[in-house]
């Protein structure tokens, strides 16, 4: 894979696309704005999102979306979950036939429910084998300071997952392949969820038995989804699954905790959304897709639910702890 196109600028797009590049990779990023793509140009620098990032070299930035696709032999879909359908359907046009489409989103669509992969199938029209999700633990900002992590590369068809880890393999990120790409995207989905709450506990003042108790049981709900969807459940044990969910419940970095924080501490949910200054924290948003989800199957999933009620229902957080503890009692693994 010599050429690989990155479609949005944002923090994870970016430090993807530097990934890639530092890989060897010839990659051209679009950015939705036109200075985003002048500033990368003139400077190597987004500063937007990565102030302290120089870019290689051989990674190129253009607001020009024709330019981007032309000849790319993956296009990596780096751009907000809730936009994704719309977005593709503008490339559609111009996306090259056989490039395997790279989701780098986490999160379930609002009204349909689908999966990441599943809405660029649907759009793209393209057979699933097509359609790769990268997921882990990969807060962007680390990954473009070139601190160690992991990640896993999930695709049915295990040669283009192949293709792509060699494509993004460097001395700091260290990609894994897995067929299980349902797996892989729930645990991606479900982790922002269950880091809004862990931010809430956060807020509320609580320490790590309560961190702890809330990702472990967060966990078991999202095995429980996966379980229905037909996923493997050792993926949820695996840098998709519990890597994934650690790092964003822990990290001061992520916004979906930091979101969650400001909640507990009792702030608005208009207050926090302005205060993360324009950037996604997906959980807002997937707390309502997943429980519906969760409820078309029949799936408890009480800690998603507590989240969406004080995202949209106006719950106090400090009910929510209540709600959650005082539940009946039960075995655990049931
Ligand atoms: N930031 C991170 O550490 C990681 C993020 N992700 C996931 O990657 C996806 C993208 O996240 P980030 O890059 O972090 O988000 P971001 O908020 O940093 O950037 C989003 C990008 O999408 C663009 N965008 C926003 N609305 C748009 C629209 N309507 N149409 C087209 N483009 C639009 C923005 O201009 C920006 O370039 C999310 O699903 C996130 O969960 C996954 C792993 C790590
Ligand atoms: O997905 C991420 C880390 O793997 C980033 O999490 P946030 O979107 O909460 O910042």
């Given amino acids: 894979m010599e050429r690989v196109a990155v479609m949005g600028a944002g923090s ?14 010839d990659v051209v990023l679009w950015a939705r704005r036109a200075e985003v793509a002048d500033e990368i140009t003139r ?41 994704l359908r719309v977005n593709l ?27 990441m992969s599943e809405v660029v199938r649907e759009v793209a029209d393209v057979p699933e084998d097509q359609v790769a999700v990268v997921s882990g633990p ?29 494509a993004c393999s460097t001395s700091y990120f260290r990609p894994y392949t897995n067929v299980d ?27 790590d038995n309560t961190m702890a108790s809330i990702i ?5 709900e999202t095995a429980r989804l996966g379980a229905a969807l037909g996923a493997d459940p050792l993926t949820f044990a695996g840098l998709a699954g519990l ?19 400001r909640l507990g501490r009792g702030e608005t949910v208009a207050q926090a959304q302005e205060a993360a200054h324009g950037q996604v924290a997906e959980g807002v948003k997937s707390c309502s897709s997943i429980r519906e989800l969760a409820a078309r199957l029949g799936v408890d999933m009480p800690i998603t639910d507590g989240v969406h009620r004080v995202c949209h229902e106006g719950l106090d957080p400090r009910l929510l702890t209540a709600a959650l503890l005082e539940r009946e009692r039960k075995a655990e693994r049931q």
């Fill in 181 to 207: 790409v349902v797996g892989c995207e729930l645990g991606g989905a479900c982790k922002n969820v269950i880091a809004l709450a862990c931010g809430m506990a956060a807020g509320l003042g609580f320490g």
């Fill in 138 to 166: 990969n807060l962007a900002k680390e990954i473009a300071a070139e601190q160690p992590t992991a990640t896993v590369i999930a695709c049915t068809d295990h040669d283009r997952a192949v293709d792509l880890q060699h």
């Fill in 216 to 220: 472990t049981r967060g966990l078991a």
């Fill in 89 to 115: 359907a503008e490339w559609k046009p111009l996306l090259p036939a056989g490039a395997t489409l790279v989701s780098l989103a986490k999160g379930v669509e609002l009204g349909t429910l689908k999966r």
């Fill in 43 to 83: 400077s190597r620098v987004n500063s937007g999102y990565l102030p302290s990032t120089v870019l290689p070299a051989n990674l190129v930035a253009t607001h020009d979306p024709e330019k981007a696709l032309d000849g790319a032999q993956a296009v990596v879909l780096g751009v907000p979950s809730q936009t």
């Fill in 243 to 261: 890597g994934d969910l650690v790092a964003t419940c822990a990290s001061p970095l992520s916004r979906n905790r930091t979101f969650g924080e």
């Fill in 12 to 25: 994870w797009g970016t430090a993807f696309a530097k990934v890639l590049a530092d890989a060897g990779t």
